[in-house]
Nanobody, 121 residues
Framework: QLQLVESGGGLVQPGGSQRLSCAAS????????MGWFRQAPGKEREGVAC????????NYADSVRGRFTISRDNPKNTVYLQMNSLKPEDTGNYSC??????????????WGQGTQVTVSS
């Protein structure tokens, strides 16, 4: 069965770092672009980062560019999101998603349940 299971969320101080992991199963990761999304309370869901199937192309939201890094380890069926210099506005539920193409597209075809990240002092 297809599964995306996120982990690594929690409470972190402003300026701190956190690494999220997305464990994929039930499909071959090599053929799919993968991405991370987040949703803060009372706000619309937004795309944070995405990475092509080969890992050669990455895209970031303006709000996280330079602070967040998306990566993947296809043999381990895992996608990561390294978050540095965290700000309170980074707080939200972070979910991993699969795109039906080797490149990032507008619509994903499978989603995980997400992991909560709270940045607060």
């Amino acid at each position: 069965q297809l599964q995306l299971v996120e982990s690594g969320g929690g409470l972190v101080q402003p300026g701190g770092s956190q690494r999220l992991s997305c464990a994929a199963s039930g499909f071959t990761l090599d053929y799919y672009a993968m991405g991370w999304f987040r949703q803060a309370p009372g706000k619309e869901r937004e795309g944070v980062a995405c990475i092509s199937s080969s890992g050669q192309i990455t895209n970031y939201a303006d709000s996280v560019r330079g602070r967040f890094t998306i990566s993947r380890d296809n043999p381990k069926n895992t996608v990561y999101l390294q978050m540095n210099s965290l700000k309170p506005e980074d707080t939200g539920n972070y979910s991993c998603a699969r795109y039906p193409h080797r490149l990032c597209t507008r619509s994903a075809d499978y989603w995980g349940q997400g992991t909560q990240v709270t940045v607060s002092s």
